[in-house]
């Protein structure tokens, strides 16, 4: 079981996301998105390093240790419809997470998620 008592279907995460794939998936063989991809990944925060040096056997060596990791969003799915960019998220429950990532791509990447 996923997560808010969802259920997987067929690698998806809820029977909702899955019938929205095979809708998705349908309307791009009428012709009528194209482009559809699924899963696509957003950097909104970058990772951040410390960088050190390291004396080596014959130079000094320049090393980076991760110190945070990046925060990313993750979209259900991306396609074009009528020349438009659409990234879209089949919405169950908007943790205080989503709706934090949701205003970080609108203002990072300038992309207004549709949410389904």
């Known amino acids: 079981m996923a997560k808010y008592k969802n259920v997987k279907i067929d690698g998806y995460d809820s029977k909702k996301e899955y019938r929205r794939a095979k809708?998705?998936?349908?309307?791009?063989?009428?012709?009528?998105?194209?482009?559809?991809?699924?899963?696509?990944?957003?950097?909104?925060i970058?990772?951040?390093y410390r960088f050190?040096?390291?004396?080596?056997?014959?130079?000094v060596l320049r090393k980076k240790k991760l110190i945070e990791r990046?925060?990313?969003?993750i979209a259900?799915?991306?396609y074009?419809?009528?020349?438009e960019y659409?990234?879209?998220?089949?919405?169950?429950?908007?943790?205080?997470e989503y709706i934090i990532k949701r205003k970080l791509?609108?203002?990072?990447?300038g992309i207004k998620i549709k949410e389904v």
């Not at 990046?70 to 969003?73: N, T």
């Open 23 to 44: 809708e998705l998936k349908l309307l791009e063989k009428k012709g009528i998105i194209t482009g559809l991809q699924e899963q696509v990944k957003y950097e909104l």
């Open 46 to 48: 970058s990772p951040q």
């Open 52 to 59: 050190y040096e390291v004396q080596g056997v014959r130079k």
């Open 70 to 73: 990046g925060v990313y969003y």
């Open 76 to 78: 259900d799915f991306v």
């Open 80 to 83: 074009y419809r009528d020349g």
């Open 86 to 96: 659409i990234v879209e998220d089949t919405k169950g429950v908007r943790t205080k």
């Open 105 to 109: 791509m609108l203002y990072v990447h």
